[in-house]
């Protein structure tokens, strides 16, 4: 059986993304993809909280929100960039700068 090889992203397509739940627009999420499409982002984050429900471990702090109710992820900023960690300390200003659920 073939092996998947994992495709080295891109981070000139970097960008941050707030997650909202539509009840409570309080209730925020901060993160940061390189992934072409914010749906299919917010799809993972579904994928994790529906993971979430059914094994009561928490894999991302985005459950926070979607257990809120119906949420939608936004586009806060394109953050093109050359590295993980230049995006993860842009989307740290952010977590850091706003009220979120994944501020520690």
């Given amino acids: 059986m073939p092996t998947k090889t994992k495709q080295p992203r891109d981070y000139s397509k970097g960008k941050i993304y707030k997650i909202i739940c539509l009840a409570d627009p309080s209730v925020v999420y901060f993160g940061s993809t390189t992934q072409a499409k914010l749906a299919d982002r917010m799809k993972q984050h579904r994928d994790y909280y529906n993971n979430y429900l059914k094994s009561g471990k ?3 702090y985005s ?8 949420s939608v992820i936004l586009l806060v900023e394109p953050w093109p960039c050359t590295s993980k960690d230049e995006l993860c300390m842009r989307e740290g200003k952010w977590i850091l700068e706003n009220e979120c659920v994944n501020k520690h």
């Fill in 58 to 60: 928490i894999h991302c």
């Fill in 63 to 70: 459950s926070s929100v979607l257990e809120k109710g119906k």
